[in-house]
């Protein structure tokens, strides 16, 4: 298998199929937008690191690819979720409310 | 989907993507910061130091790629081991069928890579080049040596020394000494030699596995008289004793001193055959005394030296042609007597030495390449149904996969995975197999023409067997994979429908397998039919003589250093001491032995004829009572008897060919012919005429014979005896050996054999082909007939409802039969009709080695087509009763 993805890589998958859920089929940059201007630009995806994490995640089958004509008349590639995408992102909501509230918790009794 | 698995290989179109991907972005972004105001230059440094570094970047994407392209490939193989490991039976089914089956095929190659394509080993094979004249008539000399469409690679020995001293080449002479008469230690035999000159090792670049090899001042008549060994008869006659170096052996009569050793695979320069040993070529004139009278060294008349030349580095092809052929035009302009006559010189490759040779040895090997390349077709499909088979047992596993977003593609790969792993298996236990079937080939050839070849090593084989091995993996893989990319993710996910959408796929393509399987096992039983008729004609072809109860034994006294007159009363001598064997009944002997690929000729002339071309007269020196111990029938005049003696008139008895060709049927007791048995021009007085019969070949028509008595000739030949004997040959054999010892202990007996062992030597390549192909037959009916049984076996389960319903609603059992019987008339029918294109089209290549009847032999294609389909009928009979056996009540049930 590939190297375990670390939380921060677990993070970004989450953030981008999360994106693409809710938006539909976007560019890179499409994506690095929503993610800055949902949260405030409080969070910001590293750049350099998107593309490597949509490859990925295009091997694995959670998103596909194919090239169309942007929104400024220029050939983009745009990522959309697929159905093993869609279960994926399930999981990892699902874990992430898990390690959520489990900070939660340590935070209140602390 | 396909568009990923290329990208995973053209990491160049995934680059230039991936960085459109990323100026995009970049742009995009500089573009967002020129709308908040900064100038484009500040705004694009702004984007890019926002994205990081696009190199690691797309270091990263790439390797994403590979690790997962890796980690994929891992995946399947450790998921087709699990899934061979998990149906044992299947895998070892697989990988033994189709392991014999790349083994024969590796084997037959190993032979013929052996025969025709390994180049010698010696150093630099690459540069020999071997040189060969062509005339459009022979010249008139005498030559010792092969021919080919009148290419003709020997030369005199005069000539030899002269191309020797051109500039800018190495060249050096060979020829081949078969029967060599040898004796070692006391013991007399038989060995295969060459006559080389004293740089041939040199030239050829060989080093000695003990002691040292010929230089050029052993090639002299005034040099201590050596030989060299072939590390092969070293080990057979010596036993590898290092001992035998400096020892002394026989050869012909002459002793020569052992002075080393050949390297292991050095078999000389003619592949399939094993030189024992390796004389100075300047013995030639005293190792066969019938060259004495005009010494082959000095001849310019006899040629004899076949040549092998090395150009030395740096000389141009073109200049050394041209300088040889200069000088072969002088050399040869003697000889040409008639005007039209043109003989020119050339030079051909010579890596593989004389292996262009052996074209006759090599044909059977190309047919028998063929017929186990069928074979292997055979077997492929054969595992392709059985992977069907499971396949179909997988599928809602596959459908589970794909509907999980599994790609089709990684699917079919995995599938192609796992087939290639059973197929590198089955090529593994095959390249163990391909030896031991390369060897048992060689055991099949006749004893007299026997192939002794260097079976080691060779890349080549491996890479042919690897080859096979991925190609019959693919060929077995791609049905089932195909299958299962077809699988309908909706059709498996619906409730209950489970393996049924497999078996649907199944029968799809099971059915054009089983099809192939026919067509092929056709072909495959056509061309043994072919194979058995042709040899069934040559075995009941009238000989013109009686071999039964006949043993034949040849002696060699003329090599052996007997003169002419001893060796007549050498033969008398043994003839009388065999009188007395109890179990011999008749004795007689020839020059050579009819029907032994001996044939000897000269042109006969007839008083009276005008001096028109006739054929050539076959010639046989005979011993007393030979026509009537062999029993060929007198048609008229007289045997030889009592009154044929040394001084009497010279006679002699020809057949009805020679009346036919030479005397246009006339009565010929009396008439006279002149022939040139040896030297000088004999003329024969005719006094017996026999019936035709088979001279040096059964393949041959009837030729004109004519026999005449030994007493008045000597000839150099033989004698070979020919003994009518009582009971088993064993102890007459043994008498033999003993007498022939003590009267001659210096003359070795050689090849012992019954008559019929003879003709069945020279109809060995025939049997053994009759009976591969015939084994071959067997085989690919026996597998057809079980995919057929497969295939209808299932189509009655699968229906086994419909039946039901048919049998419910009426139908005769009779109808239910001939409804399944139609069914699978149409994978048998057109299965069988493209065999019989195939072998129509195919056996024309078989044409050239059938005896008495045509490659489209009605009878045979007849007799192939009852036999495919008498078993296809009885593979399809038995399952398809069962469907009308059905119970209908029960079948409804059963839903």
Known sequence: MLKRPDNLQGALDLLILKTLASRGPLHGYGIALHVESVSDDVLRVEEGSLYPALHRMEQEGWVQSNWRTSEHNRRAKFYGITAAGSKQLADQVRNWRLVVDAIQRVLQVS | ?895
């Open chain 2, 1 to 895: 989907m396909f568009q990923r698995l290329l990208d995973t290989f053209r990491l160049g179109r995934l680059d230039r993507e991936l960085d459109e991907e990323m100026r995009f972005h970049i742009d995009m972004r500089a573009a967002a910061y020129e709308r908040e105001g900064l100038s484009p230059a500040e705004a694009r440094r702004k984007a890019l130091r926002r994205f990081g570094s696009p190199l690691l970047a797309r270091e990263r994407v790439r390797d994403v790629h590979l690790l997962t392209w890796l980690d994929s490939v891992r995946q399947d193989i450790l998921l087709g081991l699990r899934l061979l490991r998990r149906s044992p039976a299947l895998t070892v089914a697989a990988v033994l069928s189709l392991g014999l089956a790349i083994g024969a095929t590796t084997g037959v190659f190993a032979v013929g890579d052996a025969l025709m394509v390994r180049p010698l080993p010696v150093q630099r094979p690459n540069e020999l080049l071997i040189p060969q004249w062509h005339s459009t008539e022979w010249p008139e000399i005498g030559i010792w040596g092969t021919s080919d469409n009148d290419d003709i690679w020997s030369f005199s020995y005069p000539m030899y020394e002269q191309f020797a001293r051109t500039p800018g080449v190495d060249l050096a002479g060979v020829q081949d000494l078969d029967d060599g008469i040898t004796v070692i230690r006391g013991e007399a035999g038989t060995a295969k030699g060459s006559l080389v000159t004293g740089n041939f090792f040199r030239v050829l670049g060989v080093a000695p596995a003990a002691g040292r090899l010929l230089v050029d001042a052993d090639n002299s008549l005034a040099a201590p008289p050596v030989i060299v060994l072939s590390h092969r008869f070293w080990q057979k006659a010596f036993g590898s004793d290092p001992g035998a170096v400096g020892s002394a052996m026989r050869v012909n009569g002459q002793i020569f001193t052992i002075v080393g050793v050949a390297p292991t695979a050095f078999f000389g320069t003619l592949p399939g055959r094993w030189s024992d040993f390796y004389l100075p070529a300047c013995w030639i004139t005293k190792l066969r005394p019938e060259f004495a009278a005009e010494s082959p060294l000095t001849s310019d008349r006899f040629w004899w030296l076949q040549l092998v030349a090395r150009p030395k580095p740096g000389t141009s092809l073109q200049a050394l042609q041209a300088s040889l052929g200069t000088q072969f035009a002088g050399l040869v302009k003697p000889h040409i007597t008639k005007p039209k006559q043109n003989a020119t010189f050339g030079l051909r490759p010579g890596a593989q030495g004389f292996a262009f040779q052996q074209q006759e040895a090599f044909r059977p090997v190309v047919i028998l390449m063929a017929l186990v390349a069928l074979v292997l077709m055979i077997a492929c499909s054969n595992v392709a149904n059985l992977l069907l088979a499971r396949g179909a047992a997988r599928s809602k596993e596959a459908a589970m996969r794909l509907a999980l977003g599994a790609g089709r593609l990684r699917l079919v790969r995995q599938h192609l995975t796992e087939s290639l792993m059973l197929a590198v298996m089955s090529g593994a236990a095959g390249y163990l197999f391909a030896r031991w079937f390369a060897q048992a080939i060689l055991s099949l050839a006749p004893e007299k023409s026997s192939l002794v070849l260097d079976l080691g090593f060779s890349w080549r084989v491996l890479g042919f067997d690897l080859g096979i091995s991925v190609l019959a993996g693919l060929l077995v893989g791609i049905a089932p994979a195909i299958t299962l990319s077809r699988s309908s993710v909706a059709h498996a996910l619906r409730a209950g429908a489970t393996v049924r959408v497999g078996w649907k796929h199944r029968i799809g393509l099971g059915r054009p397998l089983v099809a192939v399987q026919i067509a092929l096992s056709l072909l495959v039983l056509v061309i043994a039919g072919l194979f058995v008729r042709s040899l069934g004609n040559l075995q009941a072809v009238p000989l013109g003589f009686n071999p039964d109860g006949i043993l034949l034994f040849s002696l060699d006294p003329t090599a052996a250093g007997y003169s002419p007159d001893q060796k007549a009363q050498a033969t008398d001598r043994i003839a009388n001491r065999l009188a007395q064997v109890p179990d011999i009944r008749a004795i007689t002997w020839s020059s050579f032995a009819l029907v032994d690929n001996i044939s000897w000729n000269t042109r006969v002339q007839v008083p009276g004829d005008p001096a028109k071309k006739r054929p050539p007269c076959n010639l046989l020196c005979v011993g007393p009572r030979f026509h009537q111990t062999l029993q060929i029938p007198l048609v008229a005049g007289r045997f030889f008897d009592e009154r044929d003696g040394p001084a009497a008139p010279k006679v002699a008895i020809v057949n009805q060919s020679f009346v036919a060709k030479y005397l246009r049927g006339a009565v010929p007791l009396g008439q006279t012919f002149t022939a040139e048995p040896d030297r000088d021009a004999v003329t024969f007085e005719i006094v017996g005429v026999v019936r035709d019969g088979k001279y040096a070949r059964i393949r041959m028509p009837p030729s004109p014979v004519a026999y005449f008595p030994d007493v008045q000739h000597s000839v150099p030949m033989g004698p070979t005896f020919a003994l009518k004997i009582a009971g088993g040959p064993g102890r007459v054999s043994a008498e033999i050996n003993r007498i022939v010892h003590e009267l001659a202990p210096t003359m070795p007996v050689s090849r012992v054999r019954t008559y019929s062992e003879q003709i069945g030597q020279q109809l060995a390549v025939d049997r053994s082909l009759s009976l591969l192909s015939s084994a071959f037959g067997v085989v690919a009916l026996l597998l057809a007939a079980i995919g057929l049984y497969g295939i209808v076996a299932f189509a009655v389960a699968r229906r086994t409802v419909e039946m039901g319903v048919r049998l419910a609603l009426g139908a005769s059992r009779g109808a239910v039969l001939r409804l399944m019987l139609l069914d699978s008339a149409k994978v048998i029918v057109p299965g069988a009709c493209v065999g019989m294109a195939a072998a129509l089209a195919a056996t024309r290549f078989v044409e050239s080695i059938l005896y008495g009847l045509k490659p489209t032999d009605p009878a045979t294609i007849v007799a192939a087509m009852a036999l495919l389909l008498a078993v296809a009928a009885i593979a399809v009979y038995i399952p398809a009763r069962r469907a009308a056996g059905i119970d209908p009540v029960e079948s409804l049930r059963c839903e």
